[in-house]
């Protein structure tokens, strides 16, 4: 029932592109996303509704494939401050439980 | 908007004691709370959710006679690690979902809280 993320880490140079996956073998309502940095509590990013829907914040966006369960998080033109640790949350049906995948850690060098 | 404050944030407790975990919704109403354990660089294990008024839903493998949850009102929730030994050592993270909403909302989680038992 645990998403799964890929890749687990990825090292970066400021300025370079990430892409973050995330899939289910269960039917999806919806996938958040969520970075946390160490020693801290995990700060929203966005949620992807089933649908298709293609979110924006910045340059961060991410898509939701409902057809595969799958989602990618995008990360352009990375800054120092996008390091830390990337989580996505799967949500089976509305306000139900959130369960989150292990994580992919991104380090961003300058 | 959407603060969730979470207490204590550390605690060091002797084996076999007791120890009571805060979490309150600031500015917002919660329905519905959720419990996460966290170890170093792993991932967020949900533990139980807990509903305003009700008893909690608690995951498959999380003892609910040792992880008492709480949730009085629709701004706290709290959780009670009974009889705490070295293995509940970890980091307890609350998170809150707010009412009334139209769509989906996201969690707001509280900063955690490190628990060490000696």
């Known amino acids: 029932q645990q998403p799964v993320q890929s890749p687990q880490a990825v090292i970066l140079r400021e300025g370079e592109d990430a892409v973050i996956n995330c899939s289910s073998s269960?039917?999806?309502?919806?996938v958040h996303w969520y970075r946390q940095k160490h020693g801290e509590a995990p700060v929203f990013l966005m949620i992807?509704?089933?649908?298709?829907e293609q979110k924006g914040h910045e340059k961060i966006s991410a898509s939701f494939n409902e057809k595969k369960q799958q989602s990618s998080l995008y990360l352009t033109a990375s800054q120092l401050s996008y390091s830390g640790t990337y989580f996505c949350?799967?949500?089976?049906?509305?306000?139900?439980?959130?369960?989150f995948g292990k994580g992919t850690r991104l380090h961003i060098l300058p | 908007g959407a603060v969730v404050s979470q207490h204590p944030s550390w605690v060091i407790c002797k084996s076999g004691t007791s120890v009571k975990i805060e979490c309150r919704s600031l500015?917002?109403?919660?329905?519905?709370m959720f419990w996460y354990r966290q170890f170093p660089k792993q991932s967020l294990m949900l533990m139980a959710t807990s509903n305003e008024g009700s008893k909690a839903t608690y995951e498959q493998g999380v003892e609910k006679d040792k992880f008492l949850i709480n949730h009085a009102s629709l701004t706290l929730s709290t959780l009670t690690v009974t009889s705490a030994h070295p293995e509940d050592s970890s980091f307890y993270i609350c998170s809150a979902r707010g009412t009334g909403r139209k769509y989906n909302s996201p969690l707001h989680f509280g900063n955690g809280t490190r628990l060490t038992v000696t």
């Open positions: 992807l509704l089933k649908g298709g």
């Open positions: 949350g799967t949500e089976r049906g509305r306000d139900d439980k959130i369960i």
């Open positions: 500015d917002f109403q919660a329905t519905t």
């Open positions: 269960k039917a999806l309502y919806s």
